[in-house]
């Protein structure tokens, strides 16, 4: 799992390492969120941003899941544990802001 803003990452874990789920959270100038974070799934559960599309992303459980709030600029991603098969080059191929 791998939480990214602006590009730059916050948080890279592997989802099996939680014995206890948590909850991830994220303050910048552009608002905040609450990331629920459990060996089994991934959510957004809180964003300031207006719309709430991230929140209603639901359950990220699976390698190539993912929630991205354009508002706050972050990504929320279900990466396998090889990310060298993600990005080759070591490198992410384009960022939106």
Sequence with gaps: MRITQDGKVLLE?????????????????????????????????ESSCA???CEKEGDLTSPGDGAVCLP?????????????KEYPSGKVDAVSK
């Excluded at 099996?16 to 459990?38: A, K, L, N, Q, V």
């Design 51 to 53: 719309d709430k599309i």
């Design 72 to 84: 706050n600029r972050v990504v929320v991603q279900i990466v396998s544990g090889d990310s060298k």
């Design 13 to 45: 874990m592997d989802l099996r390492e939680f014995s206890e789920s948590m909850e991830y959270r994220i303050d910048s100038d552009r608002g905040h969120m609450i990331i629920y974070i459990s060996s089994e799934k991934v959510y957004i559960k």
